[in-house]
């Protein structure tokens, strides 16, 4: 929503539409021009997230890979032939 944030809060104003959650206003993330042009975003390697959360994930097409171990893997979402997101373990 690049440059039409404003213009959609106003219609949610005209209209009195009252947000059940904070959509327009919740915080995004947008690529630098190095992560764009890069194949990591190093600016979330080490952040953890709650359990609940990464499960809650897998019915948003994420995946984790099953290890024997038990270890801890992290997700991985598919994006296309020879793409992925998260981890290329």
Do not use: K
């Not at 897998?58 to 099953?66: A, L, T, Y």
């Not at 893997?73 to 598919?78: N, T």
């Amino acid at each position: 929503m690049s440059g039409g944030l404003e213009a959609w809060a106003e219609v949610f104003d005209d209209y009195e539409i009252v947000q059940p959650f904070p959509q327009l206003s919740r915080p995004t993330y947008v690529l630098t021009e190095d992560e764009r042009a890069g194949t990591e975003l190093e600016r979330f390697h080490d952040v953890t997230v709650a359990i609940g959360r990464l499960i809650g994930m897998e019915r948003r097409g994420w995946h984790r890979p099953q290890l024997a171990d038990r270890a801890q893997a992290p997700a991985v979402l598919r994006t296309g032939p020879g793409h992925r997101l998260g981890n290329p373990c």
